[in-house]
């Protein structure tokens, strides 16, 4: 049985730091190319940044570049999401995604809230 765990969301003041983790089960994580998306309600999910299998690849969107930091511990089967200098616009549930070809595996999301 496939599964994605988020964990690590929360509320947090803005400037400050969350990291979200994602705990994989049931297929083989170390083949398959990670990311991380985020949704608001009623809006299309936004990929925030993907990493390759192997680490040798990043990709974040461009407003969180310099600020957050896609990582990954093959032999965790965990993918991590750091995020620094959060601003309030990044408010929203953050859903870790795992694809390989024409797989493709979601978390159930977690909430990050970024106010005072």
């Known amino acids: 049985q496939v599964q994605l765990v988020e964990s690590g969301g929360g509320l947090v003041q803005p400037g400050g730091s969350l990291r979200l983790s994602c705990a994989a089960s049931?297929?083989?994580?170390?083949?398959?190319?990670m990311s991380w998306y985020r949704q608001a309600p009623g809006k299309e999910p936004e990929l925030v940044a993907s990493i390759t299998y192997d680490e040798s690849l990043t990709n974040y969107a461009v407003s969180v570049k310099g600020r957050f930091t896609i990582t990954r511990d093959n032999a965790k089967y965990t993918v991590y999401l750091q995020m620094n200098s959060l601003k309030p616009e990044a408010t929203d549930v953050y859903y870790c995604?795992?694809?390989?070809?024409?797989?493709?595996?979601w978390g159930q999301g977690a909430q990050v809230t970024v106010s005072s």
């Open positions: 995604y795992g694809g390989l070809g024409r797989n493709d595996y």
């Open positions: 049931g297929f083989t994580f170390r083949l398959y190319a």
